[in-house]
């Protein structure tokens, strides 16, 4: 079983929809949860942090963690061309990471 | 403020070579990490310096990776000798001692080992 888990996509969505990218992880003891955003040839970039469960909003941007399920979620709102990217789940001090989902959406 | 640099961002090196990739973190982090991702497959963890200590190297594949970090400040991984599955990017990520939030990314050296 695999630390991270997150579907690999594609998931397309139009402009202005709301994308939701989903993350389940393993490990129960798991404490801190990352969500980074990558684009095609280039680093990760980090949007969002979560610790606590429920949900925590920043712009157009709210993780939400639920840690009796063992899941962490990100939702874009109001998606823009822009955000098209591979986004990616890490959990602990970002040791383990999902294989990222790839988000397009269309203008 | 300087981000996370690696160098080289591209290296072709035929298996059986050797090849050193370097990273310089931010300034003022302590904490610099190491990860890989081969085609396909998630970023994968190899090794995590506090100053010039290693603090878990459980990621790292095999004894033929070797990283360093003399003086707590820029690191190095070498490959030696390089296996055509050791192809990837490798990044590295710096954070400061003590903060848990996100850590900086440099923008990776593509390997290819042909």
């Known amino acids: 079983q695999k630390e991270v888990e997150q579907n690999s996509g594609p998931l397309s969505v139009p402009e202005g929809a709301i994308a939701s990218l989903n993350c389940t992880y393993s490990?129960?003891?798991?404490?801190?949860f990352f969500w980074y955003r990558q684009y095609s040839g280039k680093s990760p970039e980090l949007i969002m942090s979560?610790?606590?469960?429920g949900d925590k909003e920043d712009g157009r941007f709210t993780a939400q963690l639920n840690k009796a399920s063992q899941y962490v979620s990100l939702l874009i709102r109001d998606s823009q061309p822009s955000d098209s990217a591979t986004y990616l789940c890490?959990?602990?001090?970002?040791?383990?990471f999902g294989t990222g989902t790839s988000l397009t959406v269309i203008p | 403020e300087a981000g996370v640099t690696q160098f080289p961002s591209h290296s072709v090196i035929e298996k059986g070579q050797t090849v050193t990739l370097r990273c310089d973190p931010i300034?003022?982090?302590?904490?610099l990490y190491w990860y890989r991702r081969v085609m396909g497959k998630e970023i994968k963890f190899l090794l995590h310096?506090?100053?010039?200590?290693?603090?878990?190297e459980s990621g790292m594949p095999n004894n033929r990776f070797l990283a360093e970090r003399t003086g707590g400040t820029y690191s190095t991984l070498k490959v030696q000798p390089a296996e055509l599955e050791d192809s990837g990017v490798y990044f590295c990520?710096?954070?400061?001692?003590?903060?848990?939030?996100?850590?900086?990314f440099g923008s990776g050296t593509r390997l290819t080992v042909v």
């Open positions: 979560i610790y606590s469960n």
């Open positions: 300034s003022g982090h302590d904490n």
């Open positions: 890490a959990v602990k001090p970002q040791f383990y």
């Open positions: 490990d129960r003891g798991s404490q801190s």
């Open positions: 310096f506090v100053k010039e200590s290693k603090q878990d």
């Open positions: 990520a710096s954070s400061q001692e003590g903060r848990t939030d996100g850590y900086t």
